[in-house]
């Protein structure tokens, strides 16, 4: 049916072939018929830093002469054609995971970026991609949406970048290209597009692979397991951008991108294999055993689940843990923060000091490499003590610009009679940043290694900080108090 001796082939800036008279009209009308009559409500829409466009959600619901050509193009016939072509054996993606239909509207783009270098489920290379566009009634000198191909440095050298767009291909009905994923094959269509009256911008893709052992070309090795995108020379230096496109480039994070609202952050303040020795203000560091607290700490994570929206939890670990208790919190929460291996921190949580132990533990996760590279996507902080749990009837609220907590103001425990309870608190979006320089004031405080509460520095260090508080009576939060092993509902 693609006959492929019509294609013309192109080595600059990287190996692509383009044919503009693909396939047959009324072949090819049908399946743009079929793609222009799906209910929208199949497609999801992507909006985020580096695309605005609609994907087709089920590669397993596709419309039938759509799915007669994606099982043509992974026929082995033409596959056969395409390795010839190529000069390498290609495998089809049987996982259908490279399959895609792709549908602009106006103001929709694609920002320059390289395709994954492997795909992550069988480790083979993600070696040619198929692009074959299907636009409606579109006029590229008015419409835009332009596939541009770019000159750039290689993915695996330093501080990589893009030079000159060398070559525009008009997205026009019947053009099909193929390219050859280099190091330096940056391509997208940065420039929103123009839908004037019913036109669409319509592109079906399908990608082949191949084994690592029969690439005979040099720049080839690729290993991010998903797409890479590069900053526009156009384009102003976005620091948020730039930790975007790590995190979109990461198989574990790359979701995040995607995610519509952001997320909460839940940091689970935990200490579960204690130490036999005293605290300042009791002879018992624990109730429970080690066990028990292992077991309280699951009952905190299922709660956060339950009842903070779209939670992103990272257990600050301040006790190193056993294998399998490890491994099964591994699988429970998003992140594990190992602060024990902080030889300080350590010290702090073994510590007579418990505040000291809290306050620097939490302070050393947010003051990490991974709170760094994922800041952008939280959109409050929140912090529950280990082994304590949510309530039924709790009520989620974060406020951008306040701290959510019970506070007091009259308490005879502390000469300034201000007292926040630390079993749960929420920072607002606005405010991280400050919270963070309050939470360091705090833990480099005299009092906090004196042995004053952390209910008592905390909240002074932020009220020098000018952060506002939003007073809650009541938190939901409820659970056994480990010293003295007594039920604690607030």
Same mark, same amino acid.
């Given at each position: 049916?693609?006959?492929?001796?019509?294609?013309?082939?192109?080595?600059?800036?990287?190996?692509?072939?383009?044919?503009?008279?693909?396939?047959?009209?009324?072949?090819?009308?049908?399946?743009?018929?079929?793609?222009?009559?799906?209910?929208?409500?199949?497609?999801?829409?992507?909006?985020?830093?580096?695309?605005?466009?609609?994907?087709?959600?089920?590669?397993?619901?596709?419309?039938?002469?759509?799915?007669?050509?994606?099982?043509?193009?992974?026929?082995?016939?033409?596959?056969?054609?395409?390795?010839?072509?190529?000069?390498?054996?290609?495998?089809?993606?049987?996982?259908?995971?490279?399959?895609?239909?792709?549908?602009?509207?106006?103001?929709?783009?694609?920002?320059?970026?390289?395709? #994954?270098?492997?795909?992550?489920?069988?480790?083979?290379?993600?070696?040619?991609?198929?692009?074959?566009?299907?636009?409606?009634?579109?006029?590229? &000198?008015?419409?835009?949406?332009?596939?541009?191909?770019?000159?750039?440095?290689?993915?695996?050298?330093?501080?990589?970048?893009?030079?000159?767009?060398?070559?525009?291909?008009?997205?026009?009905?019947?053009?099909?290209?193929?390219?050859?994923?280099?190091?330096? #094959?940056?391509?997208?269509?940065?420039?929103?597009?123009?839908?004037?009256?019913?036109?669409?911008?319509?592109?079906?893709?399908?990608?082949?692979?191949?084994?690592?052992?029969?690439?005979?070309?040099?720049?080839?090795?690729?290993?991010?397991?998903? #797409?890479?995108?590069?900053?526009?020379?156009?384009?102003?230096? &976005?620091?948020?951008?730039?930790?975007?496109?790590?995190?979109?480039?990461?198989?574990?994070?790359?979701?995040?991108?995607?995610?519509?609202?952001?997320?909460?952050?839940?940091?689970?303040?935990?200490?579960?294999?204690?130490?036999?020795?005293?605290?300042?203000?009791?002879?018992?560091?624990?109730?429970?055993?080690?066990?028990?607290?292992?077991?309280?700490?699951?009952?905190?994570?299922?709660?956060?689940?339950?009842?903070?929206?779209?939670?992103?939890?990272?257990?600050?670990?301040?006790?190193?843990?056993?294998?399998?208790?490890?491994?099964?919190?591994?699988?429970?929460?998003?992140?594990?923060?190992?602060?024990?291996?902080?030889?300080?921190?350590?010290?702090?949580?073994?510590?007579?000091?418990?505040?000291?132990?809290?306050?620097?533990?939490?302070?050393?996760?947010?003051?990490?490499?991974?709170?760094?590279?994922?800041?952008?996507?939280?959109? @409050?902080?929140?912090?529950? @003590?280990?082994?304590?749990?949510?309530?039924?009837?709790?009520?989620?609220?974060?406020?951008?610009?306040?701290?959510?907590?019970?506070?007091?103001?009259?308490?005879?425990?502390?000469?300034?009679?201000?007292?926040?309870?630390?079993?749960?608190?929420?920072?607002?979006?606005?405010?991280?940043?400050?919270?963070?320089?309050?939470?360091?004031?705090?833990?480099?405080?005299?009092?906090?290694?004196?042995?004053?509460?952390?209910?008592h520095v905390l909240p002074l260090c932020m009220i020098y900080k000018k952060i506002i508080f939003y007073g809650k009576q009541l938190l939901r939060v409820?659970?056994?108090?480990?010293?003295?092993?007594?039920?604690?509902?607030?």
């Amino acid at each position: 049916m693609i006959e492929l001796e019509k294609f013309k082939y192109y080595d600059n800036p990287f190996p692509y072939y383009i044919c503009t008279d693909t396939l047959p009209l009324e072949y090819i009308t049908e399946l743009q018929n079929e793609i222009l009559n799906m209910d929208m409500s199949l497609f999801d829409r992507m909006d985020n830093w580096f695309e605005q466009k609609f994907v087709l959600r089920n590669k397993n619901n596709i419309p039938v002469k759509c799915m007669e050509f994606f099982n043509y193009l992974n026929t082995e016939q033409f596959v056969d054609k395409l390795s010839k072509l190529v000069d390498i054996p290609l495998i089809v993606d049987t996982d259908k995971n490279f399959w895609g239909i792709h549908k602009f509207k106006s103001g929709d783009k694609l920002d320059i970026h390289l395709d #994954a270098g492997i795909y992550h489920k069988n480790l083979k290379k993600k070696y040619l991609t198929l692009g074959f566009y299907l636009s409606y009634e579109w006029d590229s &000198n008015l419409n835009g949406g332009f596939l541009e191909l770019w000159d750039g440095d290689s993915c695996i050298v330093n501080n990589y970048k893009l030079h000159k767009c060398t070559k525009k291909i008009a997205p026009d009905f019947n053009t099909m290209v193929l390219f050859i994923n280099t190091d330096n #094959a940056w391509h997208g269509s940065p420039e929103p597009v123009k839908c004037i009256g019913k036109s669409e911008r319509i592109f079906i893709t399908c990608s082949y692979l191949a084994n690592l052992e029969d690439i005979k070309i040099t720049n080839m090795t690729n290993t991010l397991q998903k #797409a890479l995108f590069i900053q526009h020379p156009d384009e102003e230096y &976005n620091e948020e951008k730039q930790k975007a496109i790590m995190l979109r480039a990461n198989p574990e994070t790359c979701h995040m991108i995607y995610q519509k609202d952001k997320y909460n952050l839940v940091l689970i303040s935990s200490a579960i294999i204690t130490i036999n020795e005293p605290l300042s203000y009791t002879p018992v560091r624990s109730y429970f055993t080690h066990q028990q607290r292992y077991e309280q700490t699951l009952n905190t994570i299922e709660s956060i689940k339950n009842k903070i929206p779209y939670a992103y939890i990272v257990l600050v670990e301040g006790t190193e843990l056993p294998e399998m208790m490890y491994k099964n919190l591994v699988s429970k929460v998003d992140y594990i923060h190992k602060a024990y291996l902080i030889s300080d921190i350590y010290k702090h949580v073994n510590s007579p000091y418990k505040g000291l132990g809290e306050g620097s533990s939490l302070l050393s996760y947010l003051q990490s490499q991974h709170y760094k590279e994922h800041e952008i996507l939280f959109n @409050s902080i929140s912090k529950i @003590s280990g082994r304590y749990k949510i309530r039924n009837d709790f009520e989620w609220l974060a406020i951008d610009d306040k701290i959510v907590c019970n506070i007091k103001c009259n308490t005879p425990d502390h000469p300034s009679g201000i007292y926040m309870s630390t079993m749960f608190y929420t920072v607002g979006n606005k405010i991280k940043d400050i919270f963070i320089e309050a939470l360091s004031l705090c833990c480099n405080h005299n009092e906090l290694h004196n042995g004053i509460a952390l209910e008592h520095v905390l909240p002074l260090c932020m009220i020098y900080k000018k952060i506002i508080f939003y007073g809650k009576q009541l938190l939901r939060v409820e659970g056994e108090y480990g010293p003295w092993g007594g039920y604690v509902c607030h």
